[in-house]
T-cell receptor, first 109, second 115 residues
Framework: EDQVTQSPEALRLQEGESSSLNCSYTVSGLRGLFWYRQDPGKGPEFLFTLYSAGEEKEKERLKATLTKKESFLHITAPKPEDSATYLCAVSYYGNKLVFGAGTILRVKS | DTEVTQTPKHLVMGMTNKKSLKCEQHMGHRAMYWYKQKAKKPPELMFVYSYEKLSINESVPSRFSPECPNSSLLNLHLHALQPEDSALYLC??????????????FGPGTRLLVL
């Protein structure tokens, strides 16, 4: 069965404490893997799109990487404003997205 | 500009009311989507429009009726909803629907409460 699994479910970090979020997938024919950030009560905000294994993308304190089975979102020296739910989604036919359950990140100052 | 707008931001309706949610994008995208998101859950796809034609209906109850008047606008008409339909309704758009259709950009959502 096609699945997208994110871990951990929740992560608490101190400001400046770097860490990684994981998104593993078991779909065939991956078309793209997407990372979104979502604040409570708001729509998902696009962060990155990755299309092939080995690809990496960076934006400020965030860096996304992709292998054949999983993706990591690395957060370097996070700040309290990085607190949000981070959603991973995969597209594997058409442009239908399958979302993981998300990782809730809390960064304390 | 990657902006998708949605109105209203909040909506409270009774089970006998008829209301509509509206979504607009000016990125020239040809695919538009409606998602439903319950608290602490990921978005769930409801409908996909491609070139103003309904492409995917994820077995959504008929009390939800989508409409795509033109390539920039997407509506969701609501009628005889149930309290369990209360959720955040998200609109999204992408360049195309097909393989490699590109990133989906989401609007801010409409928070719907059905009493």
């Amino acid at each position: 069965e096609d699945q997208v699994t994110q871990s951990p479910e929740a992560l608490r970090l101190q400001e400046g404490e770097s860490s990684s979020l994981n998104c593993s997938y078991t779909v065939s024919g991956l078309r793209g893997l997407f990372w979104y950030r979502q604040d409570p009560g708001k729509g998902p905000e696009f962060l990155f799109t990755l299309y092939s294994a080995g690809e990496e993308k960076e934006k400020e304190r965030l860096k996304a990487t992709l292998t054949k089975k999983e993706s990591f979102l690395h957060i370097t020296a996070p700040k309290p404003e990085d607190s949000a739910t981070y959603l991973c989604a995969v597209s594997y036919y058409g442009n239908k997205l399958v979302f993981g359950a998300g990782t809730i990140l809390r960064v304390k100052s | 500009d990657t902006e998708v707008t949605q109105t209203p931001k909040h909506l409270v309706m009774g089970m006998t009311n008829k209301k509509s949610l509206k979504c607009e994008q000016h990125m020239g995208h040809r695919a538009m989507y409606w998602y439903k998101q319950k608290a602490k859950k990921p978005p769930e796809l409801m409908f996909v429009y491609s070139y103003e034609k309904l492409s995917i209906n994820e077995s959504v109850p008929s009390r939800f009726s989508p409409e795509c008047p033109n390539s920039s606008l997407l509506n969701l008409h609501l009628h005889a909803l149930q309290p369990e339909d209360s959720a955040l309704y998200l609109c999204a758009s992408s360049q195309e629907e097909g393989p490699g259709g590109g990133t989906q950009y989401f609007g801010p959502g409409t928070r719907l409460l059905v009493l």
